[in-house]
DNA sequence: TCTTGTTTGTTCAGCCATTGAACTTATAGG
DNA sequence: CCTATAAGTTCAATGGCTGAACAAACAAGA
């Protein structure tokens, strides 16, 4: 998705070193708290003032970052001039195609939201094409509204609920598709020349997470209709052999259980997915009303046999957490999607299995929180793939940008 | 355990840039098939000749490497001298404190084992000093015997069954051992000024599994006592936030199933360790007939109950492993330990489960296969730690050999 | 107001690793 | 014996980092 970063097995030339360094001072400026200055970064990344120096300005011709123009600080000494990502710079493009809407935004390397794009429209009514046609069509107006802020498109990643290999997306239940070609880039006017990614939805919304968090290792768990998930380590997103990792939805809570759509039986989905809830809980299943805010309603006004389904979906996803935190041994773990607005009853039942079956809860309990970005999150982390394709690789950024 | 590689967060020099190149050579030399001369390196590289001339020339002079003496190529043209590991160069200590024995071993910069040493010894009986005792003791005899071949001792890895955290073992349950303070590189005579370091049985077996198969990313698990295993992701041990990544034998089955010592429910330990195995096929728990070998007898003289815990074993191992594979989606799983003997017997109902329950497993099987060290895994796994530490950052190993 | 001390940012010579091309060495084949 | 070919070495040139000196900007005190 985001192009190939470079590898262990890559030899390194002078030039490696001078993109290797660029990436290292353009990190620091686009993750330090406060704006930098050239010393500040010097401090921080252990490179010497010189070198930063022209390396910074490599970075401002380039139009990555830009000097902050009054500069007062605390404390005698002349006053730095703080470096900030350029608010003018590139921006990423994130598109998201879910069940019921479509949307598109743009984020720029600070990784702020600059613009957004929203279109409810029911995928499982239309073909791709028409899909494709309406998702041109909300690329295109961010495309002119970003470039009305002065920012340049510089990429685009596509969200979707499914498994994607190569270029097709291999499977996407809740959309009804199956073997369906991803779109080109030139089927997107707006995107001419740029490139036009693809990934899943709850693993994207992972790395939009790892942004918003600053967590560094974390599972991200998203319940929407499925049960999607994204693992992040060391501050990467692990795609795993084809980058279908995550799917934490089909792990097995009981061998024997309710048998699930994939095939087989007792799958978390049907005990935490939506519809498993729902049914649980004894809502119906037609009426304009949301499922999710029948539950959150129905849980505040603690009707039992809601509270007694949120308990059950809790129950069976610490089950299921439990296992990956073994295998895993990752201290924190981040609900997503419509966990986000029920953790307080799922909460109690999921971290009482995780004190019980993890087996070094003892010592290090594992954390589990809301997401920071809702729903918003997978959108917004196909935006920062494509930012982050520039932070790790600001040289070829530049290479393309001037040539 | 290996000390730490070089992060992405470092600033790069132009020392760091011959360091990085060092070991691209050195990898090239020690993982080529057939001893490469230096323009056979610079192809594979894609430095130039002139670069890997000197950097050869370097790693001879730190006797990491050496010249073959006599050459013979096909075709015309001056034929290459070819370069291979030395074989008198360091040696990494691999040691291994099992419940009924302790065992010790050399490994080479090619990943040959040139020397092992085994002492039976049930360390239940036995307190932590005298098992560091007894250990000091093996680790000394293969430090001479390796003396004597030439090599030098770099290092050394010890392997426990159990979680390490910081310098102590947290807990080594079929050892009985808690908060058991590791043992100083003083209390090995043998390893005076060296590193010592420790490791997760399991972990290490993997990551001796990984250099034995040459397979990049797999799933190690390992049938003993108790069910350990070990993640190996791109050619890399993944330990997870603390090192005790891979502890898939708590892994829950069954939510309500039979309790186990860790406190949880329906872990899988208690359906495929050895003494859940060796219950369900009704063999009797004492004697001084291994457990393991009483299965496998069994199996082959076809008795009915043993087949059949096999199988349930077998199911349990697949539940497990497809909730792994599901979220980790790796392609290959590695049996060991126990299971790499009684594979035959486990694989039906082991690969039944994972084609039913892995989500991708129409496009992409998941391949099983026994270990390839078999009960060395772990010993040779631990040794090849050290020489890991010595191939990832050759640069430190030449300095503190030349000061 | 002027001086002193402190910190930032730049300039420049020196160093180091890689490159590319020329050169030497070693072999096969005619 | 000569030619073609490939391996390995030598060396000037290049690119990027360092360290030290220096200029710039500010606070504090006299």
Redesign the pocket.
Known sequence: MPARPPRRDD?????S??D??LALVLRQVTSAPRPP????IAAAT??????V?????ELIAGGLVAELRP??RS???????GIVPAGTGPAGLGMEVNVDYLAVCAVDLAGAVRHRELRHLDQRERTPAQTWRALAGLADRTAAAVGALGLVPAGAVMAVPGLIEGGTIRVAPNLGWQGVALPAAADFPALHGLDLGAGNEATLAALGERHATGLDSFLYVSGEIGVGGGIVLDGELFGGSHGWAGEIGHVTIDPQGPPCHCGARGCLEQYAGEEAIRAAAGLSADGDRPVLAGLADGARAGRAPVLAALDRAGTALGVALSGAVNLLDIATVVLGGHYAELIDWLRPALERELSRRVLTAAWSPVEVRPSALGADAAMIGAARAVIQGILDDPARFLATRTP
Chains 1, 2 share one sequence.
């Open positions: 030899p390194v030339r002078q030039r070193l001078r290797h360094n200055s050239r010393a500040d252990g490179l010497t003032r010189a070198t120096s022209t390396i910074v300005d500069v007062s404390g005698v000494g002349r006053p730095g001039t």
